[in-house]
């Protein structure tokens, strides 16, 4: 049995790559869709819930499926540099395809607006860092503007091979359910991951050979049908940064999710054309809700994500309240990040350690105590 390579290796004839093309990959894609147990009981809920726990992948988010495809495109076309804009795990996986691959990697982030895990990732990658003033719309504004004078690839997910990267994650839900479930709901920032899921699955209830309809003529890379259907598409957004979702850019968008902390989405249209094709729905958490959720899952069933991640099964738990999401459906949520790409957000939210003596007394005190609580 040959071990599994990476996700271009595994999709290759649904990916725009050539035989000769020079793979860059860290394995990344092959991420576990988690059957939520005990949470649906709890709430007494008819449904099944999955969570595609994309923090899993090399650098800890969804970003390294995009990231293999737009760095290995860049090499191929000759490119020695890239350049992204990040609230975060986008540089984080940026500075580690280009340290794989041997390139330069130039990284705009929010000064002070980033969690400190994909802050030391970017870092300790050896990318060149930027922080500025300002805010990660400004970023991606500078970035496109300095591609024009400079001799840089963009590889933010305005790169069409980033969407391309991304595509998969929908053709591994449809081979892991044996086809597309009934919702598959996800947090939504700069909109390039909800349009990338619509591309998979619409990719996948293709049966023709070449562009069609679907693609809307972009896409030669159909290769036969692996679904039935599409999901009916839910994306989420941060009350602070919800401009898909009012209908209207956020000059100043605010959120402990930092990851999405976004006024002005490059994907804006697409993300809006999925929604409508799907018959689906943008809706909206507060902060409040999205720690909660975060701590209810990491505490319930064992998975930890970071809070933007939490946004997507937060707002389905919302939906479900709400008679919005049926009883019997089937739901997929991408969990985008690991929880430990934030610790600042996860210790400030938790009961604090106890430090007693290094006694067997103190310890049993605390056990006992601990016990009888129960
Ligand atoms: N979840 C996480 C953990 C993210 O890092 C992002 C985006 C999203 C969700 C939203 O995805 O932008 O495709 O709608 N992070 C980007 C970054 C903006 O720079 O890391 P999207």
């Given at each position: 049995?040959?071990?599994?390579?990476g996700l271009i290796e595994k999709?290759r004839?649904r990916?725009p790559?050539?035989?000769?093309t020079?793979?860059v990959?860290?394995n990344?894609?092959?991420?576990?869709?988690?059957?939520?147990?005990?949470?649906p009981?709890?709430?007494?809920?008819?449904?099944?819930?999955?969570?595609?726990f994309?923090?899993?992948?090399?650098t800890?988010?969804?970003?390294?499926?995009?990231?293999?495809?737009?760095v290995t495109k860049?090499v191929e076309?000759?490119?020695?540099?890239?350049?992204?804009?990040?609230?975060?795990?986008?540089?984080?996986?940026?500075?580690?395809?280009?340290?794989?691959?041997?390139i330069t990697?130039f990284?705009?982030?929010?000064?002070?607006?980033?969690a400190l895990?994909?802050?030391s990732?970017a870092?300790?990658?050896?990318?060149?860092?930027?922080?500025i003033?300002?805010?990660?719309d400004?970023g991606?504004?500078?970035?496109?503007?300095?591609?024009?004078?400079?001799?840089?690839n963009?590889?933010?997910?305005?790169?069409?091979?980033?969407?391309?990267?991304?595509?998969t994650?929908?053709?591994?839900?449809i081979?892991?359910?044996?086809?597309?479930?009934?919702?598959?709901a996800l947090p939504?920032?700069?909109?390039?991951?909800?349009?990338a899921?619509w591309i998979?699955y619409?990719?996948?209830?293709?049966?023709?050979t070449r562009?069609?309809?679907f693609?809307?003529?972009?896409?030669g890379?159909h290769?036969?049908?692996l679904?039935?259907?599409r999901?009916?598409?839910l994306?989420?957004?941060?009350?602070?940064?919800?401009?898909?979702?009012?209908?209207?850019v956020?000059?100043?968008p605010?959120?402990?999710a930092?990851?999405i902390?976004i006024g002005?989405?490059?994907?804006?249209?697409?993300?809006v054309?999925?929604?409508?094709?799907?018959g689906?729905?943008?809706g909206?958490?507060?902060?409040e809700?999205?720690?909660?959720?975060q701590?209810?899952?990491?505490?319930?069933e064992g998975?930890f994500c970071?809070?933007a991640?939490?946004v997507?099964?937060?707002?389905v738990?919302?939906?479900?309240?709400?008679?919005?999401i049926g009883?019997?459906?089937t739901?997929?949520c991408?969990?985008t990040?690991?929880?430990?790409?934030?610790?600042?957000?996860?210790?400030?939210q938790s009961v604090?350690?106890?430090?007693?003596?290094?006694?067997?007394?103190a310890?049993?005190?605390?056990?006992?105590e601990?016990?009888l609580?129960?």
């Amino acid at each position: 049995m040959r071990s599994y390579r990476g996700l271009i290796e595994k999709y290759r004839d649904r990916l725009p790559v050539a035989p000769d093309t020079p793979v860059v990959s860290l394995n990344e894609g092959d991420t576990p869709l988690v059957e939520l147990r005990n949470l649906p009981r709890l709430l007494r809920r008819n449904v099944s819930i999955y969570v595609k726990f994309e923090g899993l992948n090399p650098t800890g988010s969804f970003k390294d499926r995009g990231m293999t495809m737009a760095v290995t495109k860049a090499v191929e076309s000759g490119a020695k540099a890239i350049i992204c804009a990040s609230t975060g795990n986008t540089s984080a996986a940026a500075a580690a395809y280009a340290a794989r691959a041997g390139i330069t990697c130039f990284v705009l982030i929010p000064e002070g607006k980033i969690a400190l895990g994909k802050l030391s990732q970017a870092m300790m990658h050896g990318s060149v860092v930027i922080q500025i003033r300002g805010n990660f719309d400004d970023g991606m504004r500078l970035v496109q503007e300095v591609a024009q004078t400079t001799p840089v690839n963009i590889v933010n997910s305005i790169n069409p091979f980033r969407l391309q990267g991304q595509k998969t994650v929908a053709f591994e839900v449809i081979e892991a359910l044996g086809d597309a479930p009934d919702y598959h709901a996800l947090p939504v920032g700069n909109a390039g991951n909800i349009t990338a899921h619509w591309i998979g699955y619409s990719e996948a209830v293709c049966e023709n050979t070449r562009a069609c309809a679907f693609c809307q003529g972009n896409c030669g890379f159909h290769r036969g049908r692996l679904a039935t259907r599409r999901p009916i598409m839910l994306g989420y957004q941060a009350s602070g940064a919800a401009p898909i979702v009012r209908g209207r850019v956020v000059e100043n968008p605010e959120t402990v999710a930092t990851a999405i902390r976004i006024g002005n989405p490059v994907s804006w249209q697409q993300a809006v054309a999925a929604k409508e094709e799907s018959g689906g729905w943008f809706g909206e958490c507060s902060d409040e809700e999205i720690l909660h959720v975060q701590k209810l899952l990491a505490q319930t069933e064992g998975v930890f994500c970071e809070p933007a991640s939490a946004v997507s099964l937060a707002g389905v738990l919302k939906d479900l309240e709400l008679g919005r999401i049926g009883e019997g459906s089937t739901i997929v949520c991408t969990l985008t990040g690991h929880g430990l790409k934030d610790p600042d957000a996860a210790i400030a939210q938790s009961v604090q350690p106890l430090t007693v003596d290094a006694e067997l007394d103190a310890i049993e005190r605390v056990i006992r105590e601990r016990l009888l609580q129960v």
